[in-house]
């Protein structure tokens, strides 16, 4: 019996786009992309910026940023880019001056002076908003060639999954891609442990 092992292949359906989300394939390498899904927060012959959705820190957001007491929404590893600095995405845009639009009611950045007041008048609240240390970010071309390499696996994003997106978001995301993707949570993060 031969067996197909073209489940590894990606089938490229989607071209990567601002407010799409890239799929690790399950074996790939390296603490921040490992069983990753990254929402593409801008991407254009310039290149690409994202966030990791599914990569929650220890640390604690009010010990490192001050926001309103009694506010501690989890923290996520964005990327390896910039880890020193906060980023944020939200559904703000109209409210929060310099707010760059994602897609839909999606924005990223903004004043954080007006996201902090936003939380401290109850105009926002934690299921608007989810912030992370660092982001990812490709050179121009340098998506489409890990793309082409079967690194990744484009999709669609639903905004509010996207902001209530947790350590599980990689296997839902697989699984919602459906067809020969589905055998990819079944294997293990390290083949060689078996």
Known sequence: MKI?????????????????????????????????AILLAEYSENGAVGFILNKPVKAKINRLFRLPSGYTPELYIGGPVGSDSLFYIHTLGHKIKDSIHIKDELYWGGDFDAIKLALELDIANAAQIKFF????????????NEIKENSWLVAEADPKLVLNSDRNFWLESVKNAGGHYETWQNFPE?????
């Open 4 to 36: 197909d092992f073209d489940f590894f292949k990606i089938q490229r359906k989607l071209a990567p786009r601002q407010g799409r989300i890239i799929i690790s394939e399950p074996f790939m390498a390296g603490n921040f992309f490992c069983r990753s």
């Open 133 to 144: 240390l660092g982001y990812s970010g490709w050179s121009p071309g340098q998506l489409e």
């Open 190 to 194: 390290d083949p060689n442990s078996n």
